[in-house]
């Protein structure tokens, strides 16, 4: 039985204090039986050898949130990952379908929660052992970290720039312009809108031009006005938005909205920001969510006078992970990358996303044999 690397968390709390490197049995194929819940049938199974991780805010909550008794004692964190697949197994007989994959293939993956949670599978691992559902192969020209880096924020980019309703012409504010999510709707809400269309994003000075060069006519300093709604009011308020897309989801922002977004203008956001990852906050910014959804939208009956609607990016499925790596296979979109770290400082990179100031992706290098921009 051979062993290797993987972290693991089994009490809550932030990554820095939950998380230790441990050397384990590497898993196997075929899978374990029971099957998992969100793959309940025999199907093709990979076992992939990890090159890059790209870390999310969500794997943070997941560490300080889920409880013990609802997922694996001991688990892996993390979702997005990039590798080259070593082994492969599939059904015979009645189940089997065509393979996929085969050894050698170079791929991305993106674990959803419902396999994460209940299984103790994470991408923060040398190797995973990962259903070939959440696996598409990675264009030859993109680079393993890039593609790592990339499936979670597009994803969720792509469903608020399909639910903010926006379309061509249309002028759209985007909050959190320079974080994992943020730098990529601003690249497909520039496509949606075109040129006739004009987008904002409101980021910190230092990440202005790089907000531009992904498709911002107009930045934001968020650091420079307080209240920043006020600010939004004068500059905005005699041309208001059509849409506005918070990807931090700050609520300040939501309740100004009718100073300087449409009648009828969607604001889409990816909730609320809790003030810290801990359950009591977490759970007064899912009131606070639940309450923009559920109260009316009318300044009669109390409410904001605009919609407010929280995306939530659960289950996307293979064609939408195809459907984002052809995105970036065919430069449509692009990744921009904060940083990256070698496996062995995984904490240190938790500490760089922790403190909510990422520039596009953190990413973990986890097969220091892998260059940084090898593809
Ligand atoms: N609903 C869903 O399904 C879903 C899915 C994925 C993620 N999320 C959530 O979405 C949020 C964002 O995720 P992410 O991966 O994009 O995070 P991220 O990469 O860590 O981005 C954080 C960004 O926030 C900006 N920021 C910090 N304070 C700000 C402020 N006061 N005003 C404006 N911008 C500010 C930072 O920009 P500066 O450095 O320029 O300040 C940074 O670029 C997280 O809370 C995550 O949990 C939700």
Redesign the pocket.
Known sequence: MTSSQAWVFSKRGLPWDVLSLISRPTPTLPPPVPLPSDVPKPEEWLLVKTSFVGL???AI?QMTLVPPFIRQPTAVPEMDFSGTVVDVWHPEGDAAASPRFSKGDKVVAMLPASHTIPTGTGALAEYVRVPARYVVRKPEAVSFGDAAGCL??AL?ARQMVTESGAKAGDRVLV??A?????SMVVQMVRKVVGETGYVVG???G??ADMVKSLGADEVID?TQYTPLSAHLTTRFSASPFNTIID????QALYVASPSYLVPGGHYSS??I?PPTFFVPDFLRAVVQMKLNEWWPVSRWLGGVGRRWCG???MNPTLEDRQSIIDMLGAGDIRLVRDSVWPFDQTKEAYAK?GG????G?VLVKVDASVGDDEC
């Open positions: 999310n805010p969500g909550f979670l924020p969720t909050n959190a320079s974080g994992g999510i943020g409101i980021c910190s230092k990440n968020y990807t931090l989801g700050h990816v909730g920001k995306v939530a990016m996303l909510l100031h990422a520039r992706k």
